[in-house]
């Protein structure tokens, strides 16, 4: 029996680089479909700042039209005003989806880690170059990308059980 393939959008959200990746998951094969980055301009104001992030993950997915959503818990040790900033990017990279009607999960980054590298703790070279090994066609342009793509790949590989576990419930 042939599972009908799904497209996950993996965001790792930050307010000057947003991470975004998009992978076909047909059961246990994931196919490479895009990935990039968006910006915003350190120089504007916080709201238009946040509007880049929300017009540029709307245009994508309606660009490559994903089923599902993943994004990435981030964990900030700096000051509160990097976690309050960060924590508004990361309301984008929740709603943007959200209101385009996808499911969106998220994901600790340790774990995104474990999934793909087997370390929890694995740097940003490792996570890039497991990417490639698991994704030969990506073309991931920076880490942000490849941290994205990581994402989505770990929802491939959990999705199966957040589905079960919601069955049970």
Not at 8 to 28: E, F, H, M, S
Request: hydrophobic share 45%; charged share 20%; aromatic share 2%.
């Amino acid at each position: 029996m042939t599972h009908p393939a799904i497209r996950i959008i993996g965001i790792d959200p930050g307010l000057r680089n947003t991470g975004w990746g998009i992978v076909d998951a047909q059961g246990a094969r994931l196919s490479f479909v895009a990935s990039g980055c968006i910006h915003s301009d350190g120089a504007s104001p916080m709201g238009v700042r946040l509007r880049q992030l929300h017009e540029g993950l709307r245009e994508v997915i309606e660009t490559h039209a994903p089923d599902e959503a993943a994004v990435e818990e981030t964990f900030v040790n700096r000051d509160p005003q990097s976690a309050l900033k960060l924590g508004q990017a990361r309301g984008v990279a929740l709603s943007v989806p959200a209101l385009a009607g996808l499911d969106v999960e998220e994901y600790a980054a340790n774990l995104v880690k474990k999934t793909v590298v087997g370390n929890g703790h694995a740097d940003k070279a490792q996570i890039a170059m497991m990417v490639r090994v698991l994704l030969p066609a990506s073309f991931a342009a920076s880490k942000d990308a490849a941290d994205a793509l990581a994402v989505a790949i770990c929802h491939a590989q959990h999705r199966g059980a957040r589905l079960l576990a919601r069955k049970l419930a």
